[in-house]
């Protein structure tokens, strides 16, 4: 079992800047991958950014050149860099974690991107 637990999600001006971190329970050099997902109202939820164990990165085509994602391996955390952010990327913004074939979820941390 892994429990992640996101935190950092708020309100922002279009423009501006936002950085989501996700806390597991377990040390995430055992954990295959760690990533973000995002559900915004009426939509299903989606792919935004992954890591691998050996660091390699993927992003959705919309958040590329924006977002950056990050491990820490010392503080158990994966965070995820927001930069000029549009309304669009209103959503809740899901950690997830992928090991021995299970994936597990957070709770969420909402982003609200408006003026």
């Known amino acids: 079992q892994v429990q992640l637990v996101e935190s950092g999600g708020g309100l922002v001006q279009p423009g501006g800047s936002l950085r989501l971190s996700c806390a597991a329970s377990?040390?995430?050099?055992?954990?295959?991958?760690m990533g973000w997902y995002r559900q915004a109202p009426g939509k299903q939820r989606e792919f935004v950014a992954t890591?691998?164990?050996?660091?390699?990165?993927n992003y959705a085509d919309s958040v590329k050149g924006r977002f950056t994602i990050s491990i820490d391996n010392v503080g158990n955390r994966v965070n995820l860099q927001m930069n000029s952010l549009e309304p669009e990327d209103t959503a809740v913004y899901y950690c997830?974690?992928?090991?021995?074939?299970?994936?597990?979820w957070g709770q969420g941390t909402q982003v609200t991107v408006s003026s």
């Open positions: 377990r040390s995430i050099t055992s954990l295959n991958t």
């Open positions: 997830t974690a992928v090991q021995g074939g299970s994936r597990y």
């Open positions: 890591v691998t164990s050996g660091a390699y990165t």
